[in-house]
Structure formats: C-alpha cells, structure tokens
C-alpha cells in the first residue's frame, strides 16, 4: 500500500518562503514519477510541479507560475518529496497534494493548506 502525508503549510506573509514536504511509504520515491498540485479556494486542481523517476533522467518541470519561485525536489533515502516556495504570492494561497505514480496507478495525500497574506 502506497501512502503520501504531506506537511509543512501554513500562513505566511507575502514575499516568504515555505517547504512542503511529502513523506512517501510502500513505495520507493526514486522509482516513481512524483507531482505537487495544488487547489486555490474554489478553483479546480492544477499540477504544479512534477518529476520523473530516475529512470526518466529526473526531469523537472513547472507550471508557468511558478518558474523561478518554486523548486520540486526528493529525498531517495529518507524517501520523501520536497517543494521549495520562495517569494509567495497571495495567488499561492491553496492546499497542496503529493502525487506518486507508480504501478500504473495515481496515489495521493491528504493535502497541506498554504495561505499567503497580504
């Protein structure tokens, strides 16, 4: 059984940074093509940043958004999945989901809410 538990939301000011981080079991993290999506308040869900397995070459790639700001990185040891945000906008405000694709199947967390202030 695979099984995601993010953490590391909250509410900051405009201009900060925060790290969510995407603790992964079942599953190793470096096999698997991993994603950061994210809800805004009555919005649908939009994928915010992804990585492909090790196999893939790890590529990286970010919504256009975010380039720049964020930055999706993974652990292989500790297997867990990172998402570095720097220079938060109130637009970032939303609850953030881990995605783990692995065994042609799409396993996600429960969700961490970011909320940047003005």
């Known amino acids: 059984q695979v099984r995601l538990v993010e953490s590391g939301g909250g509410l900051v000011q405009s201009g900060g940074s925060l790290r969510l981080s995407c603790a992964v079991s079942g599953f190793p993290v470096g096999f698997a093509a991993m994603s950061w999506y994210r809800q805004p308040p009555g919005k649908e869900r939009e994928l915010v940043a992804s990585m492909s397995s090790a196999g893939g070459g790890g590529t990286t790639a970010y919504v256009d958004s975010v380039k720049g700001r964020f930055t999706i990185s993974r652990d292989n040891v500790k297997n867990m999945l990172y998402l570095q945000m720097t220079s938060l906008k109130q637009e970032d405000t939303a609850v953030y989901y881990c995605?783990?694709?692995?065994?042609?199947?799409?396993?996600w967390g429960q969700g961490t809410q970011v909320t940047v202030s003005s």
């Open positions: 995605k783990c694709t692995a065994r042609l199947s799409d396993y």
